[in-house]
């Protein structure tokens, strides 16, 4: 007993503590049964959650997606309660709007935006704008949604594609420089067959993003280029990765010539399959290649795709044989990449010792890419060779 208070006070002062502490045990009781009866996520249940716990607006949230009926009812409460909830101006705006009331839906839709700027409010204003066929606003807000992208924009993407297959209005009204975009965009445009429309995107991820992330993209572009038979535009790529040092700068013809690096996965670099019986070894002395015997009767050793305006060249190339025979089957060949058409071949790829070699051949006019392919094929009446082939080097070159 404190001296300086008078006994009836301290009774007095310690019925009130005693009062404000069971309101506090009864206060977070309520809080904690209301919050199971709302996990238990059935209509009676949040219901009664809602008497024991009145202003929990989630509680009417989860209640207007279960009573469609009393949806607008539910949902105004919940925005009364919590007037900064994006997610129920965004609910009640499209309640709203399926109401045919389209003035008080962008209304709801506008102030959801007003109080979160991230990209739910601006996909769902984009959507918006798309049903009542606004298209100023539209592109305005879906520029706004790809500003700041989530997880995934492909819906984005789709929906502009609705509004428009013009690929340079959608990368007119949608580019911007945050990497994630880019790259989600430009594997849209790859996944659409827009090769053509690849190659201002790809040049805009090279000067944003990374190698870590985005290399194989960009090398998955310059393939579907060179597929698409688009030497501008895959050749404009190739020189930016290098300048930029996303691949090793070479400027010999063909790239890698002397096969000293593991080639990248693109068709401006060696391609090396690999077969039962058949592999290959790059490095420092060249390609390394060893046939078992048990190798495919016709196989593909090594091949590239080259850019070559049409004129007059030699193909020089160096190699060595062990254990292979005249016939070996082993020739470099030339082909029109676009018609497959057979441009040159040389003999019979077979000596011990290193051997240098040439092999003229045009490339007419319209065919900008050709295939430099190294090629096995058993010869008629001998059987499949078993032995190793070194190729130290190979050069295109002029020839006047």
């Known amino acids: 007993m404190n001296p300086l208070v008078p006994r009836p006070v301290e009774i007095a002062l310690r019925c009130v ?53 009393d949806a607008r009812d ?43 700027h991230t990209y739910l409010p601006r996909w769902t204003l984009a959507n918006f704008y798309y049903r009542q066929d606004n298209m100023p606003a539209f592109w305005n807000w879906a520029r706004s949604a790809a500003a700041m992208p989530p997880g995934d924009l492909m819906p984005l993407f789709q929906l502009c594609w609705h509004v428009s297959t013009d690929t340079n209005t959608i990368t007119g009204e949608l580019m911007n420089d945050n990497p994630d975009m880019i790259r989600q965009y430009l594997y849209f445009l790859l996944t659409k067959g827009q090769r053509d429309a690849t190659i201002v995107v790809a040049q805009r991820l090279i000067n944003t993003g990374g190698t870590e992330m985005d290399h194989r993209l960009v090398l998955w572009t310059i393939n579907e280029l060179i597929t698409n038979n688009n030497p501008p535009a895959a050749n404009t790529l190739w020189s930016l990765l290098q300048q930029r040092h996303w691949v090793v700068p ?54 590239q795709v080259i850019s070559l305006t049409p004129g007059n060249y030699n193909l020089v190339y160096s190699y060595r044989t062990t254990d292979i025979g005249t016939e070996s089957g082993i ?20 000596s011990d010792t290193v051997t240098e070699s040439n092999l003229a051949f ?28 070194v190729v130290p080097s190979v050069r295109v070159q002029p020839h006047s």
């Open 362 to 389: 045009t490339v007419p006019a319209g065919a900008s890419f050709v295939r430099l392919r190294l090629a096995y094929q058993r010869a008629l009446g001998t059987s499949r060779i078993a032995g190793t082939l």
């Open 331 to 350: 020739k470099w060949v030339v082909l029109d990449a676009r018609s497959n058409a057979v441009l040159a071949q040389s003999p019979d790829l077979s």
């Open 74 to 116: 539910l949902l105004a409460t919940s925005l009364r309660l919590d007037r900064f909830n994006a997610q129920a101006d965004i609910e009640l705006g499209l309640k709203y709007e399926a109401d045919g009331d389209i003035g008080g839906a962008e209304r709801l839709l506008l102030d959801a935006y007003s109080v979160d």
């Open 17 to 69: 503590i005693a009062v404000v502490c069971l309101l506090g045990i009864w206060y977070s009781w309520r809080l904690a049964r209301a919050d199971y009866l709302f996990r238990k996520d059935t209509e009676s249940s949040i219901r009664a959650a809602i008497r024991l716990v009145p202003d929990g607006w989630e509680y009417y949230m989860r209640l207007s997606q279960i009573d469609r009926r």
């Open 250 to 303: 070479d400027s010999t013809v063909p790239y890698n010539a002397d096969f000293a690096r593991e080639p990248v996965p693109v068709s401006f670099d060696w391609a090396l399959p690999e077969f039962d019986g058949l592999h290959s070894f790059p490095g420092a002395s060249g390609l390394e290649v060893e046939f078992s015997g048990a190798q495919p009767e016709d196989v593909k050793v090594a091949e």
